[in-house]
C-alpha cells in the first residue's frame, strides 16, 4: 500500500487503515460534507443523475468483485441486476415485506442465480465463460417476458418507494441519502474484501488458477463466491433501481446495459478499489453532457446534416472506449495514482 | 509530463460535464419572465429506434418553427421545444422526464412508447402532464397524467381483426390468426388485446412467437408458424424485424399468399424501402394517420416544411405524426391559455401542469389535427387516447395504398381483466 511522503506505519492498526493522515481524514470529512448537501443546492434532476450513478456504483462494485478481481469475465449483469429488481416488486407489493428486508432478499436472490451461471466456471474461463453469462442474461429477461402471472410480463411492475418505519424514501432527496448509504456501504465492503484471505484468493485465482489450486485455494469455491458477491451486488443495485424508478419492465434490464457496465469497469480501471466509483461518474456524467449538447449544436449550427448532433451520443462512447483502452488501459484509477503521486512529490517529479 | 498531458483534459471534461449537465442555472433555456411556454420533448433521435424517433423527432421541432414562425405562435405566446435524445435507452428516459420538469415545460411529450414506460412513473407521481405519440396499453391503463397521441399496438390489433373478419375472410367458422411480435410493449400490447378480444370477435390464435429488435432470421419462428397452418399472420414491430420476417416468409414462399397485417410501428415507407416492393406487395397495415400527400388542410404545409428542411423524410410518415403531435400540443396550450392565462403557464411549475392539464388536456375536445389524423379528444377521463381512429393500408407496387375510411378502435378496459397486470 502506497503511503504519503514522511509517513510510516507504527502499528499493525495503522499498517491496515484505509485514510492514514490527518490531511485525508480532512478531506475525507469534506467530501462526505460536500456530499451529504448536495440535496441542498442540486436541482431534481441533478439529484437525480447522482441517484442513478450511486446505483451503477453498487451494481459496478459487485462487477469489480467479479471480473476485476477474480478474473471471471460476464456479460450478464443487468440479468442479476434484473432479479433482484424483481425480487423487491414482487416481495413490496405481494407480500409487503419491509424495504430493508426485501432489499437484502433482492441481494440474496440475485446472488443465487449468480451461483447457478457460475457454475461452468469450473470447466471454462474467458470468452467462453462470458458466453455462459450472455446466456443468464437472455434466460433471466425470457423469464420475467413470460412469468406473466409474477412478474406481469410487458406491463411491467410498479414499486412504491422505499420506507423504513414510517418515514419514505419519496423525493429525490430523500431516495439521494438511502442510495448514497448503499453506495458508502458497499465501496468499503468492497475495499476491505480486497486487502482480506479471500480477496487475495480472488486476486490469486484471476492472475493464475493453477498456481492458486497448487498453493491451496479452492478454486471453485472461490470462483462461485465471487459469482455470489458479484451478483449479490447487482441484486442490490436492482433493488434500489426498482425502488428509484417506481415502475420496471425487463426493457429495463437490456443485454446493451450489461455491455455498459463492462465498459464502465474498464474505464474506470478493473481491480482497483475506486475504480468502479470514477467509472461511473465519468460515463454517467458524459452520458448527461452529451444529452445537453446534442440540442445546443443542433439549435447552434443548423447547416449541418439531419442527425449529426444526435448522433454524438455513440460517437462520444466509442471513442471514450477506444481512447481508454488504447491509451490507459488500466482505466482512470491508475491516473488517480499518478495524479496522487505527482501531487505529493510537487514541486519534485522524481 | 507525458502522463499528466492526459489527466488534465480528463479532469477539465469532468468538471465540464458536472457544471454543465448538473448543476442548477446552465440549462440553455429562456428566463421565465418571458412570454414564452416551454415543452418538453423525449424523442429516441439515436439508438435502436431511431429510424422512427429521428423523423418523427424532425417533424416535431418543425412544426414548432412553423407555428412560432408563420403563425406568431400560440395566442402571442412563443412555444419553446425542450428536447433530448433518450438514445432509446430507460435510464436516460427517466433522467431527462427529470431534466424536463426542472427545465420549467408545462408538459411533455414522448415518442416512444419504452421511453414513456421509463418516465411515466415520475410523471404520475409529479402530477406532471404527458403525451406519447407510440403508445401501449400499460400507458395509459390506469389513466393518470400520460395521455396517447394515438390508438395503441392493441388497438391496431383489434382494428385489423375486425376489418380482416368483415373484408377479406371467406371461409367458415373462426380463422386461424398467428401473431409475431417484437419482444417489448410493441409487441405485447398486441398480444394483451388479443387475449382480451379475440374469443369476443371469433379468432384464433393458434400462435405468439417473439422477436427481437435486432433480429437476423426468422425462419424457425415463421417454419413453427406454417405448421399450425394460420389464416392470417399480423406482425408488430418495427420497420427493420418487420422486414426480416417478411423476407424469411417470402423466402418460405408463406407470402404471396397468406394474408398478412402490420400494426402501425412498422408499416411505413421503410418497411417497403427496407424489404423490397416484390415482398411487400399485398401486405396489409394499419395506420393512425393519412397517407403522405393525401388532400388534407394540413399536408400542403407540413410537406413545404419537410421538402425544404429534412428532404429524406419525404414520404415518410412518421415525420407526418411528429408534425401532427406538434400541431396537437399547440392547440393543449391554446385551450389552457384561453382559460388560465398564459402567465399562469410560463413558469412551468406543479401549478402550471395541474392548469395544463385541467385547462388544456382535458379541454381538447375532437381537435381535428388539420386532417392529418383522427380526430383528437382528451376530454374522457376513463379513456386516455387523443385519437381512436386508424385506416387499413395495403401495399400495392411499393406504394401504402388506403382501404378504409377511419376506423374506430374500441377502448377495451384493460384494468377491469383479472388478468391485466396481475
Known sequence: MSLPCGIRNYSYDTDTAIIHTRTQWVMFILFLIALYTMPLYLPRFGLDVINLMGITIVSIVGLNILVGYCGQLSIGHAGFMAVGAYTTAILGNSLGLPFLASLVLSGLSAGLVGLLFGMPSLRVKGFYLAITTIAAQFIIIWIINHWTDVTHGSMGISVEPASIGSFQFDTEAKQFYLIMSVAGLSVLFATNLARSRVGRAFIAVRDNDLAAEVMGINVFSYKLLAFFLGCFFAGIAGSLFAQWRGNITSEDFTFGQSILYIGILIIGGLGTAIGPMLGVIFIRLLEQFVIFLSPMIEQTFSGLPTGFATGLSSLVFGLAMIVFLIFEPRGLAHRWQLFKASYRLWPFSY | ?422
Not at chain 2, 68 to 77: A, I, K, M, P, T
Not at chain 2, 115 to 126: P, T, Y
Open chain 2, 1 to 422: 509530463m507525458r502522463r499528466r498531458r492526459m489527466t488534465v483534459p480528463l479532469a477539465l471534461l469532468l468538471l465540464a460535464a458536472l457544471a454543465v449537465s448538473i448543476l442548477p442555472g446552465c440549462t440553455p433555456t429562456t428566463p421565465v419572465t418571458a412570454k414564452v411556454i416551454k415543452l418538453g420533448l423525449s424523442i429516441p433521435f439515436t439508438g435502436a429506434a431511431a429510424e422512427k424517433g429521428a423523423p418523427i423527432g424532425q417533424g416535431q421541432l418543425d412544426a414548432f418553427k412553423y407555428i412560432n414562425d408563420e403563425l406568431g405562435g400560440v395566442e402571442g405566446y412563443t412555444i419553446e421545444p425542450v428536447w433530448y435524445d433518450t438514445n432509446y435507452d430507460a435510464a436516460k428516459a427517466t433522467t431527462i422526464v427529470k431534466k424536463i420538469m426542472d427545465d420549467g415545460c408545462s408538459f411533455f411529450t414522448v415518442v416512444a412508447s419504452k421511453d414513456m414506460n421509463a418516465s411515466k412513473e415520475a410523471a404520475n407521481r409529479a402530477g406532471f402532464p404527458g403525451m406519447v405519440c407510440f403508445s401501449s396499453p400499460s400507458l395509459t391503463h390506469p389513466p393518470k397524467h400520460i395521455y396517447a397521441q394515438l390508438p395503441d399496438y392493441g388497438d391496431d390489433w383489434a382494428a385489423f381483426a375486425r376489418y380482416y373478419l368483415e373484408s377479406i375472410w371467406k371461409g367458415e367458422g373462426k380463422p386461424k390468426m398467428a401473431l409475431m411480435l417484437l419482444n417489448n410493449s410493441t409487441g405485447y400490447g398486441v398480444k394483451d388485446a388479443a387475449r382480451a378480444a379475440a374469443d369476443e370477435l371469433g379468432i384464433e390464435i393458434v400462435a405468439v412467437e417473439e422477436h427481437t429488435a435486432t433480429t437476423i432470421s426468422e425462419t424457425d419462428a415463421l417454419t413453427r408458424i406454417k405448421d399450425k397452418n394460420p389464416d392470417v399472420l399480423f406482425i408488430s414491430s418495427t420497420p427493420a424485424p418487420t422486414a426480416v420476417i417478411l423476407k424469411n416468409a417470402y423466402d418460405l414462399k408463406m407470402i404471396p399468399g397468406l394474408t398478412v397485417g402490420c400494426a402501425h410501428a412498422s408499416f411505413t415507407k421503410a418497411l417497403i424501402d427496407l424489404a423490397g416492393k416484390d415482398v411487400t406487395q399485398g401486405i396489409y397495415g394499419v395506420y393512425p394517420t393519412v397517407n403522405w400527400g393525401d388532400n388534407v388542410p394540413g399536408m400542403a404545409k407540413m410537406m413545404e416544411y419537410c421538402n425544404k428542411r429534412h428532404p429524406e423524410y419525404a414520404g415518410n410518415n412518421d415525420y407526418l405524426i411528429g408534425w401532427a403531435s406538434s400541431l396537437i400540443n399547440a392547440e393543449i396550450v391554446r385551450q389552457a391559455i384561453k382559460v388560465s392565462g398564459g402567465d399562469a403557464l410560463v413558469k412551468g411549475d406543479a401549478a402550471a401542469w395541474a392548469l395544463m392539464e385541467k385547462n388544456g388536456f382535458m379541454n381538447v375536445k375532437n381537435y381535428d389535427v388539420e386532417g392529418l389524423h383522427g380526430p383528437v379528444n382528451f376530454s374522457d377521463p376513463v379513456d386516455k387516447r387523443g385519437s381512436k381512429s386508424v385506416k387499413i393500408f395495403q401495399v400495392k407496387d411499393g406504394l401504402l395504398v388506403s382501404q378504409t375510411g377511419w376506423v374506430d378502435a374500441p377502448n377495451i378496459l384493460y384494468e377491469n381483466l383479472d388478468w391485466f397486470g396481475k
